[in-house]
Nanobody, 127 residues
Framework: QAELVESGGGLVQAGGSLRLSCASS????????MAWFRQAPGKEREFVAS????????YYADSVKGRFTVSRDNANDTVYLQMNSLKPEDTAVYYC????????????????????WGQGTQVTVSS
């Protein structure tokens, strides 16, 4: 059983928007910092955004700053990634991660090596 489940991906035209969700299942992640990563075919997995467990601190990769917004609803154990002004280079499988050992800031450089992952959701941006 997956403990994190991503959803909300799809096919959009460049300039469009999508809202991804990462829902917790089987355990609570409301006290975990959480992060979004993405991986495109032939590329390494890369950090996208992270959020503190309270939701009051966020970090973003330079490539998505000003376009993406990460948020969370701890009452529902759900993390979101609002993606606006999408570009073809945003095309990837998007994954969420929760790790008891990570802070939101630590995710930027050191995250993704452990913790819990979801199955990913495909985002495809056409030109």
């Amino acid at each position: 059983q997956a403990e994190l489940v991503e959803s909300g991906g799809g096919l959009v035209q460049a300039g469009g928007s999508l809202r991804l969700s990462c829902a917790s299942s089987g355990r609570t992640f409301k006290f975990y910092a959480m992060a979004w990563f993405r991986q495109a075919p032939g590329k390494e997995r890369e950090f996208v955004a992270s959020i503190s467990w309270r939701g009051d601190t966020t970090y973003y990769a330079d490539s998505v700053k000003g376009r993406f917004t990460v948020s969370r609803d701890n009452a529902n154990d759900t993390v979101y990634l609002q993606m606006n002004s999408l570009k073809p280079e945003d095309t990837a499988v998007y994954y969420c991660n929760g790790d008891s050992m990570m802070s939101a800031s630590a995710y930027v450089e050191r995250g993704g090596r452990s913790g819990f992952w979801g199955q990913g959701t495909q985002v495809t941006v056409s030109s």
